[in-house]
């Protein structure tokens, strides 16, 4: 957790855990595929695809033919 968006962008821990950034053994745990803490991963995954390339291409498309 930052001041640059994660809590943001994964709604204040809802979408993945939050840790401080210079804890490396916190985040160590936090990003394991089995961290119990966070049982709902399909959805995360869904959540991730928000924030794809081809998604953020089509943004900046509609801004800039709209």
């Given at each position: 957790?930052?001041?640059?968006?994660?809590a943001?962008?994964?709604?204040?821990?809802?979408?993945?855990?939050?840790?401080p950034?210079?804890?490396?053994?916190?985040?160590?745990?936090?990003?394991?595929?089995?961290?119990?803490?966070?049982?709902?991963?399909?959805?995360?995954?869904?959540?991730?695809?928000?924030?794809?390339?081809?998604?953020?291409l089509?943004?900046?498309?509609?801004v800039?033919?709209?």
């Amino acid at each position: 957790d930052c001041p640059s968006g994660p809590a943001e962008i994964l709604d204040r821990g809802r979408w993945g855990v939050l840790v401080p950034s210079d804890n490396i053994e916190l985040m160590a745990q936090a990003i394991t595929l089995d961290d119990s803490r966070f049982p709902n991963a399909a959805e995360s995954r869904s959540r991730a695809m928000d924030f794809s390339l081809e998604r953020a291409l089509d943004a900046y498309q509609q801004v800039i033919y709209s």
